[in-house]
């Protein structure tokens, strides 16, 4: 079993900046890719940024250029470094992980309860 447990999330003006954090504990091998999604209410859940163990990363194009995905393997820390938010950034984003390779697809098997990220413009 895996455990997902993200942190960061706030409320921020158009232009700014927020870190989320995801702490993950449990099977190594059920954690080798870790990603992260949003989701706006009456919107799907879509794949923001993943990153595989070996360090690829993945972006949806919404996102590329403004945010980054990271990983601290010694903290077991999973982070998303968003950069010039927008409005339609504001979503609940999730932190997911598994053992397969899903990329943005929300295929993934464990996932944390998520954290608010508001942008106002």
């Known amino acids: 079993q895996v455990q997902v447990m993200e942190s960061g999330g706030g409320s921020v003006q158009a232009g700014g900046s927020l870190r989320l954090s995801c702490v993950a504990s449990?099977?190594?091998?059920?954690?080798?890719?870790m990603g992260w999604f949003r989701q706006a209410p009456g919107k799907e859940r879509e794949g923001v940024a993943a990153?595989?163990?070996?360090?690829?990363?993945i972006y949806a194009d919404s996102v590329k250029g403004r945010f980054i995905i990271s990983k601290d393997n010694a903290k077991n820390t999973l982070y998303l470094q968003m950069n010039s938010l927008k409005p339609e950034d504001t979503a609940m984003y999730y932190c997911?992980?598994?053992?397969?390779?899903?990329?943005?697809?929300?295929?993934?098997?464990?996932w944390g309860q998520g954290t608010q990220v508001t942008v106002s413009s």
């Open positions: 449990g099977d190594t091998d059920s954690r080798h890719f």
């Open positions: 997911a992980a598994d053992r397969s390779a899903w990329g943005l697809m929300p295929r993934y098997n464990f």
């Open positions: 990153i595989y163990t070996y360090g690829l990363e």
